[in-house]
């Protein structure tokens, strides 16, 4: 069964710091592109960061540059996003994404298999 179970999130104060682990089972990251997404209220999901299937190159929104790191650990079949100096309007929820389209994917809407998602929240 193709899953990715997504943990890590929870309440941080404004500058802490979070990493987001994702999980695969059922498949090999390496063979994917995959990437993290997030959601917040009244908004539409939108994309974070995300690595290449076959490079190993990256992608970062630019309200994120500078302060998030996507990682993958293919031994562990985990993929990681490093959240340093976060903010209030970083406050979402955090999915993990695997797409069998070659090389780096931007477009969500190319994503196949998707995690559950885990609460992010920045506040004071």
């Known amino acids: 069964q193709v899953r990715l179970v997504e943990s890590g999130g929870g309440l941080v104060q404004p500058g802490g710091s979070l990493r987001l682990s994702c999980v695969a089972s059922g498949f090999s990251l390496d063979d994917y592109a995959i990437g993290w997404f997030r959601q917040a209220p009244g908004k539409e999901r939108e994309g974070v960061s995300c690595?290449?299937?076959?490079?190993?190159?990256?992608y970062y929104a630019d309200s994120v540059k500078g302060r998030f790191t996507i990682s993958r650990d293919n031994a562990k079949n985990t993929l990681y996003l490093q959240m340093n100096s976060l903010k209030p309007e970083d406050t979402a929820v955090y999915y993990c994404?695997?797409?069998?389209?070659?090389?780096?994917?931007?477009?969500?809407?190319?994503?196949?298999?998707w995690g559950q998602g885990t609460q992010v929240t920045v506040s004071s």
């Open positions: 690595i290449s299937s076959s490079d190993d190159s990256t």
């Open positions: 994404a695997a797409s069998v389209v070659f090389g780096l994917v931007e477009d969500l809407y190319k994503y196949d298999c």
